[in-house]
């Protein structure tokens, strides 16, 4: 397994503020566009919708990790990847740490039509901002979110409150916040998911999630096939230890074990598909 730079920041409280965007020289403005056009070409369903990204992270003199972020948009992103860029800022984004009652690790496999086809993360997905004067992008906003996705892309209906501030992720290209949830029977996990991907089939939809796993060692992610978000080993050694060289997964979902890839070579657990206004999710 490679070696991932994601740190695991402790995380008892956190505050987010708001600061402007950087503003992309014209040449950089140009290049992110000619980016967008081409990744659209190649994935239809991708759609430029708001984003928060993150533009700076710090501990203050309480302890509080204070994150800045900023509003943009999902082509923004992409200046990641045109050398020599300089405005691109870390994307910011939320996870769930779902484990089961026997101390597995739940993790998702992205499909089709999102950015990042064939990646095993954590059900979470990227932050938005709040549309301007509604209520502040706070602990509270995010949790609701994490917990939101987590219904979404698993089946799992999970109260915001239940859900606790467990982790705060910096990676080379991302930030996210990371919760944990109770712990669930593994039979309830497997049955919320296969109800969940025959109704978004039966309404002609192609899910966002293809497949699911419980991880029971960091060594199982070897298995699973396919891309692993870049903090998925240090989350499972945190909450699973590496006492089992072997692991071990449950696999659920779609059985097919060819090993996916993602095209872009990114590796930011935040590239998940933003669904257009006027189609579903």
């Known amino acids: 397994m490679a070696h991932s730079h994601a740190e695991l920041l402790p995380a008892a409280r956190i505050r987010l503020r708001e600061v402007p965007a950087p503003q992309p020289p014209s040449g950089e403005r140009r290049a992110r566009d000619r980016a967008w056009a081409e990744a659209v070409q190649a994935n239809p369903a991708l759609f430029d919708g708001p ?13 509080e990790l204070v994150i800045t972020w900023a509003r943009t948009t999902y082509r923004s992103r992409l200046l990641r990847r045109v050398p020599g860029t300089t405005a691109w800022l870390p994307s910011l984004f939320t996870g769930v740490v779902q484990s089961t009652d026997d101390g ?13 086809p064939g990646r095993w993360q954590l059900p979470g997905g990227s932050l938005e901002p709040p549309p301007d004067g509604r209520a502040p992008l706070d602990e509270a906003a995010v949790r609701r979110h994490a917990a939101l996705e987590l219904l979404e892309e698993t089946g799992l209906d999970t ?22 949830a109770p712990a669930r029977p593994a039979a309830l996990l497997h049955r919320r998911f296969a109800d969940l991907t025959a109704a978004e089939t039966a309404r002609g939809r192609t899910p966002e999630i293809d ?17 692993c978000a870049d ?44 669904s257009p206004p006027a189609s579903p999710p």
Do not use: K, M, Q
Request: charged share 25%.
């Open 51 to 63: 984003l928060a990204v993150c533009a700076g992270l710090r501990r203050d003199g309480a302890g």
């Open 211 to 227: 497949r699911i796993a419980l991880v029971s060692a960091p060594a199982a992610l070897r298995t699973l096939g396919g891309p």
């Open 159 to 180: 109260p915001p409150d239940a859900l606790v501030l467990w982790r705060v992720v910096r990676g080379v290209r991302n930030v996210g916040v990371l919760f944990r």
């Open 231 to 274: 903090y998925l080993e240090p989350v499972a050694r945190a909450i699973l230890g590496d006492t089992d060289p072997a692991g071990g997964t449950d696999p659920a979902g779609d059985t097919d074990p060819a090993g996916d890839t993602d095209p872009a070579g990114d590796t930011d657990p935040a590239d998940d598909r933003p």
């Open 104 to 116: 597995r690790l739940l993790v998702v496999r992205n499909g089709p039509t999102t950015s990042a």
